[in-house]
């Protein structure tokens, strides 16, 4: 089994910054694709940034150039760099990883972290 625990989130004024991370554990074979969603209150969840199987970034448009999506292999990690946040942005975060695990044959996993919450308010 998969587990994914998010850190970083928090309170912070418009044009902050703040840092998420997710680190993936368990008995993890390989992590295909890593990336971070979010949804705020009465809206469906959205894709903000991920790296894809193919190893390419995606993002969202409404993120592109104040967000920067790193991840760190030999960790399973992966954290997203928010700057210049704005109101929009408050939203619970979510971590997602898909890949391959088990202790003896590797079977195709996909897991979500429990969220972690980004408040962006003056």
């Known amino acids: 089994q998969v587990q994914l625990v998010e850190s970083g989130g928090g309170l912070v004024q418009p044009g902050g910054s703040l840092r998420l991370s997710c680190t993936a554990s368990g008995s993890i074979f390989s992590i295909n694709a890593m990336g971070w969603s979010r949804q705020a209150p009465g809206k469906q969840r959205e894709l903000v940034a991920a790296f894809t199987s193919g190893g390419m970034t995606n993002y969202a448009d409404s993120v592109k150039g104040r967000f920067t999506i790193s991840r760190d292999n030999a960790k399973n990690t992966v954290s997203l760099q928010m700057n210049n946040l704005k109101r929009e942005d408050t939203a619970v975060y979510y971590c997602?990883?898909?890949?391959?695990?088990?202790?003896?044959?590797?079977?195709?996993?996909?897991?979500w972290g429990q969220g972690t919450q980004v408040t962006v308010s003056s």
């Open positions: 997602n990883a898909q890949g391959y695990a088990g202790t003896i044959v590797p079977e195709i996993f996909s897991a």
